[in-house]
């Protein structure tokens, strides 16, 4: 398993609030400076959820799924993940992105998940992901020759 925060303070966030999250185990911690980010200052009700993976086709050099190029096109914006490695064949990812508030950025932000991810879905006052906010990304038909 690999999980990504911002910042030390929203991984010990998510690790107290949310303890189910993480299976029973050891964990190694590596850490590098980033902007600090005070974790009271993200808005959760604001977050985009979002589901990618990539898997290797059997016999064939080629991978499927937008995991990586997606990881890539999100370095401009706030979000955790976790990243499920335990079978070689496949990733599995769970992300939360902070939604910006600037309506181009925003734009930005559902296109590539719409080109990227498999699944993601906005927060619309609901709580709840319902067929008015997620959405099917175009991940899966994502290909990469290895």
Do not use: W
Request: a negative charge; charged letters at 20%.
């Amino acid at each position: 398993m690999e999980f990504k925060f911002p910042t030390p303070q929203a991984l010990s966030h998510v690790m107290e609030t949310a303890p189910d999250n993480f299976p029973d185990g050891q964990y190694k911690v590596s850490y590098s400076n980033s902007d600090d980010i005070d974790i009271n200052d993200l808005d959760y009700s604001k977050m985009a959820m979002v589901v990618s993976f990539e898997a290797q086709i059997a016999n064939r050099n080629i991978k499927i799924g937008g995991f990586r190029p997606l990881i890539d096109k999100l370095a401009d914006f706030t979000y955790c993940c976790t990243i499920n490695r335990t079978d070689p064949a496949y990733i599995k990812a769970s992300i939360r992105v902070v939604a910006p508030t600037i309506p181009s950025e925003l734009e930005e932000l559902k296109e590539i998940l719409q080109k990227y991810s498999v699944f993601y879905a906005f927060n619309d006052g609901s709580g709840l992901v319902t067929l008015n906010n997620g959405r099917s990304g175009n991940g899966a038909n994502h290909m990469l020759e290895i």
